[in-house]
């Protein structure tokens, strides 16, 4: 029986042992999924695609309230922008501007469906689509790169 039990204590050691790397390397993994940027991207992704739905529907009430949401988009954390910005460094200016240009599209989209304006409500979802494009263009690949892939 005591050979039983000392050569249990090994494989049970193993197993813990196991079982703690793969827990930490989860953990790393939701670390790098849980930067609040990524969740405001992906639910502007999902108002975009809902926005699109919506103007093939000519919904314009619809196309109107998702307009609101895009505008007054959530941000990410204060510290978390602390470290976007330091990381993005002279290009904040570029970023910001991007952003506004979203806004602005988006209020834009608001006006237009709230008149029922469809050929106005493309107009300005095209224009935060450009916003959105050439912000990815200029930061998404280097985003990640550095706060993701470098990990």
């Not at 895009?70 to 941000?75: D, P, Q, R």
């Not at 978390?80 to 993005?88: A, D, F, M, S």
């Not at 209020?107 to 959105?132: H, K, L, S, W, Y």
Request: charged fraction near 25%; include cysteine.
């Amino acid at each position: 029986m005591k050979r039983v039990v000392s050569g249990f204590v090994p494989v049970v050691a193993a197993t813990a042992i196991l079982f703690i790397s793969v827990a930490c390397l989860d953990a790393h993994a939701k670390e790098k999924e849980s930067m609040g940027l990524r969740l405001v991207m992906d639910k502007l992704g999902r108002d975009m695609q809902a926005t699109a739905g919506a103007i093939s529907k000519e919904d314009w009430t619809l196309v109107r309230a998702i307009s609101s949401r895009i505008a007054g988009h959530s941000e990410p954390p204060a510290m978390e922008k602390v470290r976007i910005l330091k990381w993005i460094g002279t290009g904040a200016g570029k970023f910001r501007t991007f952003d506004a240009q979203v806004k602005q599209g988006a209020n834009g989209m608001a006006d237009a469906a709230g008149r029922g304006d469809g050929a106005e409500v493309i107009r300005r979802f095209a224009e935060i689509q450009n916003a959105c494009l050439g912000c990815h263009q200029q930061f998404r690949k280097p985003f990640v790169e550095y706060f993701y892939d470098s990990r």
